[in-house]
């Protein structure tokens, strides 16, 4: 007699359909017209077994992708739900902390003042900056072919541990400006890393100058508007350190000219576009795109001296 075999279980993590479960829950028209204590039973029940961090920042995102009327809706529920189930210190700790980025942070604070929060000392957190550097290969070339930015910052308000993110710009074709490759450099202390970089730097006869946080910020974000503009993804990297790009890059200060760019548009671009990977395989094995002055352009085998996929960090 045969035995019937059972059917294989697949648990699914609720952290992993809070998203798409907002969302629906928010966009039908039934929210509207919900009491206050039907709404903060939904929110209950999705809050189980999920971390407080990730349900409060999940909920933002989900409230700013929410219609005008929900989120009217919204505001007269979420702060005293918020209040009431010891979210609101969860939120707070996470502004503290500098960990939501500049799209979420003042929806985050509107949030707090509603609950009773005094966010007036955390409009102006404690900067974890601590160093950025910027190099092209203009002067070398007569224009650029390749850069790198880095900024660096330390990890903990103690200021004891600094790490960094080096990111490789590419102005050639296909690039034509786009973030190519990145690497996050290990936690070590701040003197001890900086100066490992630069010997890093010296070794490969480049000489990086200091720039401001602004400058760094402004710099990355328009390579990454770039990729958007060639159809070229983001790195694979880059998409793995996605929360430290939104806690320590997204959310240093805007100059003047820093272009704008959301937490949505890094997602975008992370599902959307050639992979990088490939177009820096097809280099390697048989050769990069040169642009001429006419427009015109050529494949040329090897490069110009850096390492073809690796930022110099």
């Known amino acids: 007699m045969s035995k019937r075999k059972k059917r294989k279980r697949i648990d699914i993590s609720p952290a992993t359909i809070l998203r798409p479960r907002l969302d629906k829950l928010w966009a039908d028209e039934a929210l509207l017209h919900k009491e206050d204590a039907a709404i903060q039973g939904d929110l209950d029940v999705l809050a189980r077994d999920v971390e407080p961090d990730f349900f409060v920042k999940t909920m933002l995102r989900a409230y700013v992708a929410a219609s005008g009327p929900a989120r009217d809706r919204l505001d007269r529920v979420?702060?005293?739900?918020?209040?009431?189930?010891?979210?609101?210190?969860?939120?707070?700790?996470?502004?503290?902390?500098?960990?939501?980025?500049?799209?979420?942070?003042?929806?985050?604070?509107?949030?707090?003042?509603?609950?009773?929060?005094?966010?007036?000392?955390?409009?102006?957190?404690?900067?974890?900056?601590?160093?950025a550097y910027y190099y092209d290969d203009e002067a070398l070339l007569g224009e650029k072919s390749q850069a790198c930015v880095a900024p660096f910052w330390y990890t903990s308000p103690r200021r004891n541990r600094a790490r960094g993110m080096g990111l490789l710009l590419?102005?050639?074709?296909?690039?034509?400006?786009?973030?190519?490759?990145?690497?996050?450099?290990?936690?070590?202390?701040?003197?001890?890393?900086?100066?490992?970089?630069?010997?890093?730097?010296?070794?490969?006869?480049?000489?990086?100058?200091?720039?401001?946080?602004?400058?760094?910020?402004?710099?990355?974000?328009?390579?990454?508007?770039?990729?958007?503009?060639a159809d070229v993804r983001l790195p694979r990297d880059l998409i793995g350190?996605?929360?430290i790009f939104e806690r320590h890059v997204l959310s240093l200060p805007d100059g003047l000219d820093t272009p704008s760019f959301t937490m949505d548009d890094f997602d975008y671009l992370a599902g959307h576009g050639?992979?990088?990977?490939?177009?820096?395989?097809?280099?390697?094995?048989?050769?990069?795109?040169v642009r001429l002055e006419d427009g015109s352009e050529v494949v040329v085998m090897g490069g110009p001296g850096w390492d073809e996929s690796t930022p110099p960090i």
């Open 241 to 243: 350190a996605r929360e």
């Open 274 to 289: 050639k992979p990088p990977e490939e177009i820096v395989h097809f280099e390697q094995t048989v050769g990069r795109r």
């Open 78 to 131: 979420l702060p005293r739900w918020l209040s009431e189930r010891n979210c609101a210190e969860t939120l707070q700790e996470m502004a503290r902390a500098r960990s939501l980025g500049p799209d979420l942070r003042p929806l985050a604070l509107t949030w707090l003042e509603a609950a009773g929060v005094d966010t007036e000392p955390l409009e102006s957190p404690p900067s974890l900056f601590l160093e």
């Open 170 to 229: 590419d102005y050639n074709p296909p690039w034509d400006g786009s973030v190519k490759d990145i690497l996050v450099t290990p936690r070590r202390r701040p003197q001890k890393l900086l100066k490992y970089v630069m010997n890093l730097w010296k070794r490969g006869d480049m000489e990086p100058e200091s720039v401001s946080a602004e400058r760094a910020k402004t710099v990355i974000l328009t390579a990454l508007n770039c990729n958007r503009a």
